[in-house]
């Protein structure tokens, strides 16, 4: 009496499912990255402004250096993910 392998719901050939799998997990992390940098990006700018509501000035300059400063800072957090990132 041969006793029966137990049937999984995954397919025989594992390789045809990886590019599929892949193509969705870059997509993933790529767009969350994306997020990630206009969240920052935001977040400086809206603390700029506070700054220039408080302050008073006639001129934007906080609004516009710490928007600056968080364009910077999301590319950082951007390549540096990019650059270092996990294969998985």
Request: glycine share 8%.
């Amino acid at each position: 009496m041969e006793k029966k392998k137990p049937v999984s719901n995954q397919s025989q050939n594992p390789k045809k499912d990886k590019p599929k799998q892949s193509g969705i997990n870059s997509f993933v992390r790529y767009s969350g990255m994306g997020f990630q940098m206009v969240a920052v990006i935001l977040l400086f700018y809206w603390a700029g402004s506070k700054l220039d509501a408080r302050s008073g000035n006639e001129k934007p300059i906080y609004t516009a250096i710490l928007t600056l400063l968080g364009v910077f800072a999301g590319l950082y957090l951007v390549l540096k993910d990019f650059i270092f990132r996990k294969d998985d």
